[in-house]
């Protein structure tokens, strides 16, 4: 397996020129790296004008590995080659390095790159990158590969402290300033040069000499004659620098930092949709042991679900009930001692069974989303309040009152469902869980929900009987007395609602509830289907007029598979026909339909239209077809034949088609990769899998009209019959 390595950007607040002379310090031989014993010049090239120089080195490393395991080896030291090419007239400088020891059972590369703040002309930044493969190492692979990552991630963190030193030597003996490269015919006399070079440089700016040695060890721009304010380090072309990771994120290993820009990085590549904030892919990275692959499964499922319910405008959208508003307990409260949100639920006084029996399992779910996407916006404003990350929040729950009225088998099932999507699209978001005041029921209750909590959130619990939350390590180790809620004997006048009983008069009957759960579950643009192999998923378009446009968006949640479009002159015969008009889509009465009749030959009963489109896994892919004759055109998403023989019962196509009408059509089916899993009573089926009339927002047919310009005249990249799609990139590795 190859392991990779992506730094964040570091920020130097020293200009380029003065950076290079402070590295060129740590040749042939580098203290501070006690590993870096020697390094000898092997070729040098210096162009004419002096603004190229490449030079490359013969470096000796004294790897701190087993003495047993160097035996095995037969070696003492590892060599490694470096060439480092510099353009003075660029202001960058490129790294490059790889091991000369068993390059043929190991093989290292690394990159490395100096260059000029965007932003900035007198800041310098630096990146690297490097990637590891073990082939082979007489069975100790796992062990180098170890003690490889170890000694990396060592050096890297005395990366910027080792420049920082040299950066003090040098201001120790009096440089401060370095005059850029200038062509040979502009370059000033030698005199001039040389005085640049001393410290007397910063009165020629009217700047006086101590002053700006002061300067130059606090970190600062050496000179800033205009006295206007310097711009704040940030990310360059929107890369994560690492004081930003610092300052938002918290502190985090060098390979932590590097599996966040990795799947940041992915993210960005492949999908189209609304990329996450940095502290979101952080919290699935967190939660899944920085395992970058686990993190980008779960991340993705995540995706696609708020993606379909629209998550990320519930906030805007949604308001709750009154009946909500009035009876649920609970409610936002100030913040703890760590400053995270303070979020309070007086579950002991909440009517449980009237809430569902009044408004149904999915309005109490969708409001505690709305909960979580609030917790998720207090975290990012306690962070700029407070100066330091918070990224989560503390949950304070009060079970005085709770009695066997709360194990209501409905209300159970209610609330775990709830865990169970929160678990999956909002981990890492519980700082801290106090309950207090657990009575002797709440065994019970405990019994049945912690299956459904993942282990790491179970730690975060503090469970306190009676009033032990008064006394020593209690409530007060984590809140301050002064927002400590009144009905808790505090100070703090709460506004969380009492709760209360529900009046019966606002129940509703099942059938009601049935069909609300229904109209909020399928309030989606979305519609789900899913491909195997030798089932692809194909929908029909008639189309009436020449020069129509078809226009499509879907997502692949899981796998890879191949996008066709085809034109046939006659209809197919699916199972069950369902031609809704001139300009309609058919609507397939399961999760998975062809149309296309086995007996058809391709070139004689239909032909293709568009030349095949891979799509991979995570992609969201979004395009759009101009026709070019009338008749039956059937878009096919099937199975990519790529997949290695062993992965194909495994692993499933799906894809996701959005529509802005589809609310009522149909539930999403049990499916991978579709949270939260949901199947539909047996009564409901056969109404709801009826053709219905409908027109999709994002899978849409545009007629031609009179005037409307000729094939030859669309504009560029949307040739007639062509592919206007947004091309996706292919997956990166990881």
């Not at 009165?203 to 130059?216: F, I, T």
């Not at 009983?501 to 009601?512: D, F, G, I, Q, W």
């Not at 293709?608 to 077809?625: D, I």
Request: hydrophobic share 35%.
């Amino acid at each position: 397996m190859v392991q990779k390595y992506q730094s964040p950007v570091r920020v130097y607040k020293h200009p380029f020129e003065l950076i290079m002379a402070a590295y060129e310090r740590r040749f042939p031989t580098c203290p501070l790296i006690p590993m870096f014993v020697d390094s000898d010049t092997v070729n040098e090239f210096r162009s004419e004008d002096g603004a190229i120089h490449v030079i490359e080195r013969r470096c000796k490393l004294d790897i701190d590995a087993p003495r047993l395991l160097k035996k095995i080896a037969g070696v003492d030291y590892v060599y490694f080659v470096q060439k480092n090419s510099l353009n003075s007239r660029e202001r960058t400088l490129h790294i490059e390095a790889h091991n000369e020891t068993f390059s043929n059972r190991v093989i290292i590369n690394e990159h490395c790159c100096y260059s000029v703040h965007p932003e900035n002309e007198d800041w310098t930044c630096f990146e690297q990158s490097a990637s590891l493969d073990i082939k082979s190492f007489f069975g100790f692979e796992s062990t180098v590969e170890k003690i490889a990552m170890k000694q990396y991630t060592s050096n890297i963190k005395k990366g910027k402290e080792i420049i920082e030193y040299y950066l003090r030597q040098l201001e120790e003996e009096g440089i401060t300033f370095v005059p850029r490269w200038t062509p040979p015919a502009l370059a000033p006399s030698s005199d001039a040069a040389a005085s640049s070079c001393k410290k007397q440089a910063a009165s020629s700016a009217g700047v006086d000499a101590e002053p700006a040695l002061k300067d130059g060890l606090s970190g600062e721009p050496l000179s800033n004659p205009s006295g206007a304010p310097e711009p704040v380090a940030g990310p360059p072309d929107d890369k994560l620098d690492a004081d930003y990771i610092k300052r938002y994120l918290g502190d985090l290993t060098p390979l932590q930092e590097s599996c966040l820009i990795r799947l940041r990085q992915w993210l960005q590549e492949t999908h189209k949709g609304k990329i996450p904030k940095d502290e979101h892919i952080l919290r699935f990275l967190r939660a899944r042991d920085f395992n970058i692959d686990k993190a980008r499964e779960v991340l993705c499922q995540s995706l696609t679900w708020r993606k379909q319910h629209q998550v990320d405008y519930i906030l805007d959208s949604w308001h709750a009930p009154q009946v909500l508003q009035d009876y649920y307990a609970g409610g936002w409260h100030h913040h703890d001692k760590d400053g995270r949100p303070l979020y309070v639920l007086r579950l002991g006084q909440m009517d449980t069974k009237g809430l569902v029996r009044a408004l149904g399992e999915e309005a109490l779910l969708r409001y505690v989303l709305s909960v979580n996407e609030e917790g998720l916006r207090r975290c990012e404003d306690n962070t700029k309040v407070f100066g330091r990350p918070i990224s989560s929040w503390t949950c304070l729950v009060d079970l005085e009152g709770l009695n066997m009225r709360h194990l209501w088998r409905p209300g159970v099932k209610a609330l775990l469902r709830i865990i169970e999507v929160v678990e999956a699209n909002y981990p890492e978001t519980l700082g801290r869980l106090l309950i207090l005041r657990a009575p002797r029921v709440f065994p019970v209750l405990w019994t049945l929900v912690s299956p459904f909590i993942d282990d790491n959130t179970r730690r975060k619990f503090l469970i306190y009987a009676g009033n032990d939350y008064q006394g020593p390590g209690g409530l007060l180790d984590y809140i301050d007395k002064e927002i400590i809620p009144d009905f808790l004997s505090g100070e703090c006048m709460c506004e969380v609602p009492e709760g209360g009983l529900v009046p019966k008069s606002l129940y509703r009957t099942a059938e009601e509830l049935e069909n609300e759960d229904l109209k909020l579950w399928t309030e989606t643009i979305y519609q789900s289907a899913s491909v195997f192999k030798g089932a692809p998923h194909e929908i029909l378009i008639q189309i009436v007029d020449a020069s129509s446009v078809i226009t499509w968006d879907f997502d692949v949640c899981k796998g890879d598979i191949v996008f066709n479009i085809y034109h046939s002159k006659r209809a197919p015969q699916p199972p069950k026909k369902d031609v809704l008009g001139a300009h309609s889509v058919t609507s397939p009465g399961g999760n998975n339909v062809q149309l296309i009749d086995r007996a058809w030959q391709l070139g004689r009963d239909y032909s293709m239209v568009e030349s095949s489109l891979t799509c991979r896994e995570g992609e969201s892919v979004q395009g759009s077809h101009v026709t070019r004759w009338p008749g039956f055109y059937i878009l096919q998403w099937k199975f990519h034949a790529g997949l290695p023989a062993g992965l194909l019962s495994q692993v499933q196509g799906h894809v996701l088609h959005r529509g802005d009408r589809l609310r009522g059509l149909q539930r999403l089916h049990d499916q991978p990769g579709v949270q939260p899993q949901r199947v539909l009573p047996a009564q409901c089926c056969h109404h709801l899998v009826q053709p219905v009339p409908l027109q999709l927002h994002d899978l849409q047919v545009v007629p031609g009209a009179p005037g409307r310009p000729p094939a030859s005249d669309l504009p560029p990249g949307c040739p007639a019959g062509g592919h206007c799609a947004q091309t996706p990139r292919p997956l990166g590795s990881s």
